[in-house]
């Protein structure tokens, strides 16, 4: 959902996708990931603790090219 809000200068005008529910405020942050309360892929690991920054995506779920979550792999 997050993606889908950046907006593209190639592309014209459209509409941005809205992230449901509401930003926190600055002293008022998730202990976990800042994006938990607002993301339809949450899970228990994403309120638990903030993810590693890793490849660039900060996210337990993160999504492939198609948009879809992929299947992650742990570190060996």
């Not at 997050?2 to 600055?26: C, D, F, S, T, Y």
Request: hydrophobic share 40%.
């Amino acid at each position: 959902a997050l993606l889908a809000a950046i907006p593209e200068h190639n592309k014209g005008a459209r509409r941005l996708h809205a992230l449901p529910g509401m930003v926190p405020g600055q002293y008022d942050r998730p202990k976990g990931c800042l994006l938990a309360p607002r993301c339809a892929y949450v899970q228990a690991a994403c309120q638990a603790s903030r993810p590693l920054l890793v490849q660039g995506v900060r996210c337990i779920t993160p999504l492939n090219a198609q948009g879809l979550p992929q299947e992650i792999y742990g570190n060996d």
